[in-house]
């Protein structure tokens, strides 16, 4: 979900009192660079084209990586629609229609995730404030997508981002952006439950003029599950216990990045553990390690630039030959970073062979 900008506000920092007074300015230099980045800072450029793009506003959400290359992108408004980008990799990919979920009392799409192969979850929203449901999307039946209702997810304030959660194929975990959750659903027992709660997935109540967005895009990696809370633009990770469906005892939050953006939406990890994530209200997209505490950077886009404006989330490519390409699916917004569409969704192919963090 994207948001209208806000300044970052300052905040002061205390001076560990062991820094030597040689090394001062080399700390407080590299503490500038990973914390008060200005909007003018360039920041990387990496490669780019664009896939495809919607002719009309339109606002894309989320996006996964099918086993065979193709992308699945869902469409926030104005049509709840499922589409797929056939060979994403090629000169002249095509788009088309899986599933137009209106038929089926549903405004809205949100989170995508894939359970095992070929079979993926969607979540979607029928108004603002409810009837919310989880559908299931089995590309692998025959003759066509078998899509079906998986269950109403009774509850939820505003379910966003979903992960698969590796070894568990029937379950998915769901996060909440306004209870500050995540849940688990088990997507054959259709059980629902709370799975995660801390207060780092909480939406601020304190910052105005911002509609409070917490835990937003979730990812497992590494046996952590990963998150963004967009309004205070920062990554959370946490230990989860086997069996994958809750943290582990006593597990402890971390605080991989905090990002000096005034909104973080959805983000990917690739192979190496380089963390994209889609600063959408600074049309950006930028790196940090999955690993807590690492430099965070900007890769693509700017404050001004139409690149990647709106970027919501990402997918690294499945094909044979795009590996080291990262998809990333934009809401169309225009370069101020509020609301206001003033281009068609994309999807843009970043290239990413280049950079490592
Ligand atoms: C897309 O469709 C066009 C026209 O039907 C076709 O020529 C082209 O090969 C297709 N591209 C892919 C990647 O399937
Ligand atoms: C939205 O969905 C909820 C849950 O089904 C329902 O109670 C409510 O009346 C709906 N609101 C609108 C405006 O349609
Ligand atoms: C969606 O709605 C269409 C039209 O009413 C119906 O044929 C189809 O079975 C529905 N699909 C699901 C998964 O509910
Ligand atoms: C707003 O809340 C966040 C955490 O929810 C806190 O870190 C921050 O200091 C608060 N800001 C103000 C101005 O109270």
């Not at 934009?330 to 990413?352: C, F």
Request: a neutral charge.
């Amino acid at each position: 979900m994207l948001l209208p900008s806000t300044l970052l506000s300052a905040k002061s920092f205390i001076m560990p009192s062991t820094v030597k007074k040689s090394l001062l300015p080399i700390f407080i230099l590299s503490l500038c660079l990973n914390c008060y980045a200005l909007p003018s800072t360039p920041g990387l450029q990496l490669p780019s084209h664009l896939v495809t793009q919607f002719p009309h506003i339109a606002w894309i959400e989320n996006t996964a990586a099918r086993s065979n290359g193709d992308l699945l992108f869902t469409e926030l408004k104005p049509q709840p629609i499922l589409y797929t980008v056939i060979n994403p990799a090629s000169t002249s990919p095509n788009v088309s229609v899986i599933h137009d979920f209106s038929l089926n009392e549903t405004q809205s799409l949100l989170g995508i995730a894939e359970t095992s192969n070929d079979v993926f979850v969607v979540v979607s929203a029928a108004n603002s404030t409810g009837l919310f449901v989880a559908w299931s999307v089995n590309l692998k039946s025959k003759p066509g997508p078998h899509i079906s209702k998986i269950t109403e997810l009774v509850g939820a304030k505003l379910p966003n981002g979903v992960t698969n959660v590796p070894g568990c194929p029937e379950q998915v975990l769901i996060a909440d952006s306004f209870a500050g959750l995540v849940w688990s659903l088990n997507t054959v027992t259709k059980s629902l439950q709370v799975a995660v709660q801390v207060p780092e997935m909480v939406p601020p109540a304190n910052i105005t003029g911002r509609t409070p967005v917490g835990v937003n895009g979730i990812k497992m990696h590494d046996n952590y599950l990963y998150w963004t809370n967009s309004a205070l633009a920062t990554v959370y990770r946490i230990k989860i216990g086997a069996g994958g469906g809750t943290a582990e005892k006593q597990a402890k939050v971390e605080v991989v990045a905090k990002l000096p953006v005034s909104f973080v939406d959805d983000f990917v990890i690739n192979d190496q553990g380089v963390l994209f994530a889609m600063a959408s209200s600074d049309n950006q997209v930028w790196a940090t390690s999955a690993r807590p505490g690492g430099r965070t950077v900007a890769v693509i886009g700017g404050k001004d630039q139409a690149t990647v404006s709106g970027a919501t989330a990402g997918a690294m490519g499945r094909g044979k030959g795009d590996k080291h390409i990262l998809y990333v699916v934009t809401s169309g917004a225009d370069i101020h970073g509020n609301l206001t569409a003033t281009e068609g969704g994309k999807v843009v192919a970043v290239d990413t062979r280049s950079f490592s963090i």
